[in-house]
């Protein structure tokens, strides 16, 4: 079993920066993908950014050129640095992980942790 743990998310103005990590733990494949997933209120959850542990990366559009997804496989976790937020950008962040390499890089995520929540005011 892995387990998940985000930490990082909060309140902040926009134009603000955050940065989220997840660490996991448990049998960690040596092959695996990670990612960050939003759910904004009363929309539906939608992925924001994937990174396989050889580097491979997945972003949606709409954050392009603010956030930045990283790795740091000897400790089994990964960021989510979020410069220029936008109060579009609110939502309960989460935490994937999944042994599956799919494409697009990240839909088989079956693996969650429990959220963290990141508020961008105006």
């Known amino acids: 079993q892995v387990q998940l743990v985000e930490s990082g998310g909060g309140l902040v103005q926009a134009g603000g920066s955050l940065r989220l990590s997840c660490a996991a733990s448990?049998?960690?494949?040596?092959?695996?993908?990670m990612g960050w997933y939003r759910q904004a209120p009363g929309k539906q959850r939608e992925l924001v950014a994937t990174i396989s542990s050889v580097g491979s990366i997945n972003c949606v559009d709409s954050v392009k050129g603010r956030f930045t997804i990283s790795r740091d496989n000897a400790k089994n976790t990964i960021y989510l640095q979020m410069n220029s937020l936008k109060p579009e950008d609110t939502g309960v962040y989460y935490c994937?992980?999944?042994?599956?390499?799919?494409?697009?890089?990240?839909?088989?995520?079956?693996?969650w942790g429990k959220g963290t929540l990141v508020t961008v005011s105006s």
């Open positions: 448990g049998s960690i494949a040596s092959i695996n993908v």
């Open positions: 994937g992980y999944s042994r599956r390499i799919t494409f697009p890089l990240g839909d088989g995520i079956n693996v």
